[in-house]
């Protein structure tokens, strides 16, 4: 097995007008680091179109139709004061939702030992009938239903440490018995949700919210007592909302944290992986908005995906 990364061209046909922060360039730039040589034994994947079925699995109906109604012909649509449509914006959500479920479906068969998906438009804003926050789908959280619902397993976690608070997968899970959700943010900021008190129907939803200026000491100490209680539900798939949002470099937070501390969490994660699932980690790219810092931190972050399954892999051959 190895680590499967799943993209699609598609990604780049999902246009905002100039100057918008969530570009087609984040995916050029994550795509040229992924080129190193260090990344030549990455097993790419073009990452498929998603029936429209799978947006309902979380979000209705009406949602769906909303959203293919406000497809423009030319140019751009607003859907909210963030979020905008192109000609292509469907095509490539539907290749976003695609790529997590088949990154899910590759590594539940043992085909990877798991995954990263760097798709766009993001997803974790996207509530059951809303778009926000540059997001149309809540990728993430209907990938978690398919593991659930379409593969049988009982417990799955979702992981976010997007500097932005995941309201939509919260909102989409909040029901969801077999579902934790641990989410990470700066608080205050966008989108004003996000607090300790927010723990779900089931108890199961655990907010960390971070002060502006706290850096990776912060961050290693909230996230080690959480992944204890993720330990304790003990997931059998971990899914990750992988926002790099959060590194100190970005123009939209205010959070210190550098590519060393991505490096550690994705580390604590697969840890956790190891002792729980067989390591079965599928994670997916949400925030990050400096060129540069999310390149370095996606190839962090992918590089020690990598890692892990090779050493998973050495111990199977002894």
């Given at each position: 097995m190895?680590t499967?990364?799943?993209?699609?061209d598609?990604?780049?046909?999902?246009?905002?007008?100039?100057?918008?922060?969530?570009?087609?360039?984040?995916?050029?730039?994550?795509?040229?680091?992924?080129?190193a040589?260090?990344?030549?034994?990455?097993?790419?994947?073009?990452?498929p179109?998603?029936?429209?079925?799978?947006?309902?699995?979380?979000?209705?109906?009406?949602?769906?139709?909303?959203?293919?109604?406000?497809?423009?012909?030319?140019?751009?649509?607003?859907?909210?004061?963030?979020?905008?449509?192109?000609?292509?914006?469907?095509?490539?959500?539907?290749?976003?939702?695609?790529?997590?479920?088949?990154?899910?479906?590759?590594?539940?068969?043992?085909?990877?030992?798991?995954?990263?998906?760097?798709?766009?438009?993001?997803?974790?804003?996207?509530?059951?009938?809303?778009?926000?926050?540059?997001?149309?789908?809540?990728?993430?959280?209907?990938?978690?239903?398919?593991?659930?619902?379409?593969?049988?397993?009982?417990?799955?976690?979702v992981?976010?440490?997007?500097?932005?608070?995941?309201?939509g997968?919260?909102?989409?899970?909040?029901?969801?018995p077999?579902a934790?959700?641990v989410?990470?943010?700066?608080?205050?900021l966008?989108?004003?949700?996000?607090?300790?008190?927010?723990?779900?129907a089931?108890?199961?939803?655990?907010?960390l919210?971070?002060?502006?200026?706290?850096g990776?000491?912060?961050m290693?100490?909230?996230?080690?007592e959480?992944?204890?209680?993720?330990?304790?539900?003990?997931?059998?798939?971990?899914?990750?909302?992988?926002?790099?949002?959060?590194?100190?470099?970005?123009?939209?937070?205010a959070?210190?944290?550098r590519?060393?501390?991505?490096?550690?969490?994705?580390?604590?994660?697969?840890?956790?992986?190891?002792?729980?699932?067989?390591?079965?980690?599928?994670?997916?790219?949400?925030?990050?908005?400096?060129?540069?810092?999310?390149?370095?931190?996606?190839?962090?972050?992918?590089?020690?995906?990598?890692?892990?399954?090779?050493?998973?892999?050495?111990?199977?051959?002894?």
């Open positions: 190895t499967a990364f799943f993209t699609h598609s990604a780049l046909k999902h246009l905002a007008p100039p100057g918008h922060a969530e570009s087609e360039a984040r995916i050029e730039s994550i795509w040229a680091a992924l080129r040589p260090e990344f030549a034994t990455l097993a790419r994947y073009p990452a179109l998603a029936p429209e079925s799978e947006v309902l699995r979380c979000h209705t109906e009406r949602h769906l139709e909303a959203v293919r109604f406000a497809i423009p012909a030319a140019g751009w649509a607003m859907l909210d004061p963030d979020t905008f449509a192109s000609p292509g914006s469907l095509d490539a959500a539907l290749h976003a939702i695609g790529g997590v479920n088949a990154a899910v479906d590759m590594v539940l068969a043992g085909q990877a030992g798991n995954a990263f998906v760097a798709m766009r438009p993001p997803g974790h804003h996207a509530e059951a009938e809303r778009a926000m926050g540059f997001c149309l789908f809540g990728s993430i959280a209907i990938a978690a239903k398919r593991a659930l619902d379409h593969h049988g397993l009982s417990r799955v976690a992981l976010d440490f997007d500097v932005h608070h995941g309201n997968t919260q909102a989409l899970l909040w029901d969801e077999r934790i959700f989410s990470s943010h700066q608080m205050p966008y989108p004003g949700s996000g607090y300790a008190s927010e723990t779900g089931h108890g199961q939803m655990i907010n919210p971070l002060l502006p200026g706290s990776g000491a912060e290693r100490a909230v996230w080690q959480a992944l204890k209680r993720v330990r304790d539900f003990a997931p059998e798939l971990i899914l990750v909302s992988a926002g790099f949002d959060a590194h100190h470099a970005d123009p939209l937070a959070l210190e944290w590519d060393a501390d991505f490096r550690w969490l994705t580390h604590a994660i697969c840890d956790l992986a190891d002792d729980c699932c067989a390591g079965r980690v599928v994670s997916t790219l949400e925030g990050g908005y400096d060129l540069s810092a999310v390149a370095a931190s996606v190839a962090a972050h992918v590089a020690v995906l990598m890692e892990r399954d090779d050493d998973r892999n050495s111990g199977d051959e002894l």
